[in-house]
């Protein structure tokens, strides 16, 4: 990183913090939602099943990717019927997580493009693997985003119904 970019990364943080902390925060959740769904299925006590989740679920024992695969084997075998579209919701899940993975762990894109963009409400992210991508989110892509994790954190709540 040189001066330019970082006086460019001290401008640009904020817009950073902004986006991953939206994100994660709301990911967090579809997170504790599935650890309850999973440990509802096991026990309907309400101790053990906060046991199971501060024992195994909401520890680094199990990844995000982990819990979504028991979610699907649970609620394809025994809960199918609480969900209108479950293929899609598993799907989605993925998606969520992609989504989360890039703004936890993915540099800001502090270039001058990068720089430009953000004037322009689209910020960047960049991905080293094999090569150099940017991986970009507009305002509204980030409304959308947003959304779609408001939408599945109810579907996963509706569910612990």
Not at 117 to 140: M, P
Request: charged share 35%; aromatic share 12%; net charge neutral.
């Amino acid at each position: 990183m040189n001066f330019e970019e970082d006086k460019r990364y001290n401008e640009m943080a904020p817009a950073a913090h902004r986006v991953r902390g939206i994100i994660i925060n709301e990911v967090v959740l579809i997170e504790r939602l599935m650890d309850r769904f999973i440990a509802n299925h096991f026990t309907a006590d309400d101790k053990k099943q906060m046991e199971l989740i501060e024992l195994i679920f909401a520890t680094k024992r199990i990844s995000f990717e982990s819990k979504r695969q028991i979610f699907k084997f649970l609620a394809e075998k025994y809960y199918s019927s609480k969900f209108t579209d479950l293929e899609k919701l598993v799907a989605r899940l993925k998606d969520i997580e992609d989504i989360r993975n890039i703004v936890a762990h993915y540099m800001l894109d502090t270039t001058e493009k990068g720089y430009e963009n953000l004037k322009n409400n689209i910020i960047g992210f960049v991905k080293f693997h094999n090569n150099t991508e940017i991986i970009t989110y507009s305002n509204d892509k980030v409304k959308e985003i947003f959304k779609m994790i408001r939408e599945h954190q109810k579907i996963l709540f509706d569910a612990l119904q």
